[in-house]
């Protein structure tokens, strides 16, 4: 659907379909354009910029798109028609986001650290995991289980799962370079990771049993769309895969 853009984890979709990612850059680079809006028609166009280090990508209940940046570790929310303010700050370097049934938002500062900031935007450490060599990644699954992927220097990663009182548990390990991770409607987990000595897109189904679902190099991330595409990020591409697989709401 679009290349030449840099993400470091998920797309976010909204719900007509749009695809956000963003041009991330390396630590303390400046980019022309920090998020990218594409369609099927119109392709990627410059939605954000002045974001240094863009990173994460979530959307509430409102449309409203927040973003982090994990070099200035501030979180900003943008309106629909890019209109940007700070939501919150002081997030030590802000990588992974995502919102509960409640609207409260996690944030994972990848030096061992997931927040929690309510509606009021009072903040909370939600709990502490190990630090990641490169960025948390966060989604919410059955029965309000926060997940949570961050790579490591192990060749042997796994997937945390956080209850709702902070309690943190490993719910599979045996990945390689875990990042990005999407639930579908049935309960299944998918991970842009390594497994078996192969990178793409793994599922692992509620039994915790894996499988290598989408098989291809440098895969960072994914995101279902409202049609039941998946929508697939690497390290300069944004794909479209037409999997007829309904993800589940993001909140």
Not at 35 to 46: C, F, L, M, T
Not at 79 to 104: H, I, K, Q
Not at 105 to 132: C, H, M, W
Request: proline residues 6%.
């Amino acid at each position: 659907m679009a290349e030449g853009l840099h993400p470091v984890t998920s797309p976010a979709v909204d719900s007509f379909g749009q695809i956000f990612t963003t041009f991330s850059g390396s630590r303390g680079q400046r980019t022309p354009v920090s998020v990218y809006r594409i369609d099927s028609n119109e392709g990627a166009q410059p939605f954000l910029s002045d974001i240094m280090n863009a990173t994460a990508l979530a959307f509430d209940a409102d449309g409203i798109l927040y973003v982090s940046s994990r070099h200035e570790g501030i979180v900003y929310e943008v309106s629909p028609r890019g209109e940007m303010a700070v939501y919150v700050e002081g997030m030590g370097v802000a990588t992974g986001l995502a919102f509960d049934e409640e609207e409260n938002l996690y944030v994972g500062d990848r030096s061992g650290t997931i927040f929690k900031i309510s509606r009021d935007r009072q903040i909370y450490v939600f709990a502490t995991i190990e630090p990641s060599i490169a960025a948390y990644h966060l989604a919410f699954g059955p029965e309000g289980y926060l997940y949570v992927t961050g790579p490591t220097t192990s060749s042997y990663d796994c997937v945390h799962r956080i209850s709702r009182d902070g309690e943190v548990e490993v719910f599979y390990r045996g990945l390689g370079r875990p990042q990005g991770l999407a639930f579908d409607m049935e309960g299944n987990l998918y991970v842009a990771a390594s497994h078996g000595g192969r990178r793409g897109i793994v599922r692992i189904n509620p039994d915790r049993e894996p499988s290598l679902f989408v098989s291809g190099p440098g895969m960072v991330g994914l995101a279902f769309t409202p049609s039941g595409a998946m929508a697939i990020s690497t390290t300069n591409t944004i794909y479209r895969l037409d999997v007829g697989i309904p993800g589940r709401p993001i909140s």
